[in-house]
């Protein structure tokens, strides 16, 4: 079994920056997929970025240049440090993740096994 543990959700004024943390325990491999979502109020849950197998980072037009996924093995951590925020941000956001995941399924919320409880990111104007 997989736990994912996000945090450093919170509200900041438009501009700022915060980085969320998704902590990972339990049996994964080197081909460990971890993606970040968001949903906001009333809206489908959406792709943000992932790391695919450990290697590959992808991320979503919308965030694509201020976003940015890095790691801490040692410490089985992963982060999205996210800059230059927009008031569309606004939203929860899980982490996920999946062991076998193939990389035409890497931005589709179904495919993946295990998920975060979620932490808000609230921004203002």
């Known amino acids: 079994q997989v736990h994912l543990v996000e945090s450093g959700g919170g509200v900041v004024q438009a501009g700022g920056s915060l980085r969320l943390s998704c902590v990972v325990s339990?049996?994964?491999?080197?081909?460990?997929?971890i993606g970040w979502f968001r949903q906001a109020p009333g809206k489908e849950r959406e792709f943000v970025a992932a790391?695919?197998?450990?290697?590959?980072?992808y991320y979503s037009d919308s965030v694509k240049g201020r976003f940015f996924i890095s790691n801490n093995n040692a410490e089985n951590t992963v982060y999205l440090q996210m800059d230059t925020l927009r008031p569309d941000d606004t939203a929860v956001y899980y982490c996920?993740?999946?062991?076998?995941?193939?990389?035409?399924?890497?931005?589709?919320?179904?495919?993946?096994?295990?998920w975060g409880q979620g932490t808000q990111v609230t921004v203002s104007s």
């Open positions: 790391r695919w197998r450990g290697r590959t980072t």
């Open positions: 996920a993740g999946d062991s076998g995941l193939i990389l035409s399924s890497v931005r589709n919320h179904a495919h993946y096994d295990y």
């Open positions: 339990g049996r994964t491999s080197s081909y460990f997929t």
